[in-house]
């Protein structure tokens, strides 16, 4: 599966964003997917996932209550819907599938990556 994110751009501290995952190749609808972002120097970092049905959501503690994870997979599509942004939540997005519910929150174990997004919050 190709997975195209879209979405990035720069925005002032409170700002929203939406960020889009494109699947191409095979549909996603039996795939769980995730949003994962990377910050220099650091390891690359799960900050939403959603099961293929989209019945459960993981966020990671500091997007909770800010960022929505949603997926449509009539369009073969997933979202990260991100308000309230923070300068600390600059970062490359990235698209992610994966088949194992259980270790989808863990970078190194992912099946499908997608290219990055940029996300720059200036405060």
């Known amino acids: 599966v190709q997975l195209q994110a879209s979405g990035g751009g720069s925005v002032q501290a409170g700002g929203s964003l939406r960020l889009s995952c494109a699947a191409s190749?095979?549909?996603?609808?039996?795939?769980?997917m995730a949003w994962f972002r990377h910050i220099p120097w650091k390891e690359r970092e799960i900050v939403a996932a959603?099961?293929?049905?989209?019945?459960?959501?993981y966020y990671a503690d500091s997007v909770k209550g800010r960022f929505t994870i949603f997926r449509d997979n009539a369009k073969n599509m997933v979202y990260l819907q991100m308000n309230e942004l923070k300068p600390e939540d600059t970062a490359v997005y990235y698209c992610?599938?994966?088949?194992?519910?259980?270790?989808?929150?863990?970078?190194?174990?992912?099946?499908?990556w997608g290219q990055g997004t940029q996300v720059t919050v200036s405060s």
């Open positions: 992610a599938a994966h088949t194992d519910l259980t270790s989808i929150v863990n970078a190194q174990y992912i099946g499908y």
């Open positions: 190749g095979r549909t996603v609808s039996n795939l769980h």
């Open positions: 959603i099961t293929w049905s989209g019945d459960r959501v």
